[in-house]
């Protein structure tokens, strides 16, 4: 006579364990679709927005300089010291997009095409902040009339 012992459960036959085994390759199936499901919807959720460098945005494939600052070079900086400011104000930019709603307001294009925007993080002036910070000066064109930008490797320009 065999004898059970209590706490152990019976073998299961091989069709419980097909079963069992079926049930779980379904419901991992299932899982896996509604993971894919939601990182596909968040990323429908919105447009790409990419810092270019501390003035400058990408929204999708349109390129968006922000109105009312003036930040330093990275890519054709004039000296060390503008590159490693342009870097500090670029990698600020990035942080300062990924923490809220991104609002664009576009005012025309400039001369090189790129899209004249003013920016906004969940309401708040992205130019007021990073020349706050001390990444950016301010740097406004009124009547299209643009004064000369700061010369960042040793005084105004």
Known sequence: MLMRTPGYPRPRSGPE???????IILGGIIA???VIFAAL????????IVAVDGDTIHVDDERIR??????????QARCDSERQRGHAATAYL????????V???RQGRDRYGRTLARVYIDGRDVAAIMIRAG??????CPRGRCPR?????GGRS
Do not use: K, M, N, Q
């Open 17 to 23: 364990r097909f079963r069992r085994y079926a049930a």
């Open 32 to 34: 896996l679709y509604f």
């Open 41 to 48: 919807s968040a990323g429908a959720a919105g447009p790409l």
């Open 66 to 75: 922000i109105v009312g600052l003036d930040a330093p070079e990275t890519y």
């Open 94 to 101: 990035r942080r300062l997009l990924a923490s809220g709603t």
């Open 103 to 105: 609002t664009v307001r």
């Open 135 to 140: 990444h950016a000066v301010p740097y406004d």
């Open 149 to 153: 930008r700061i010369d960042w490797c």
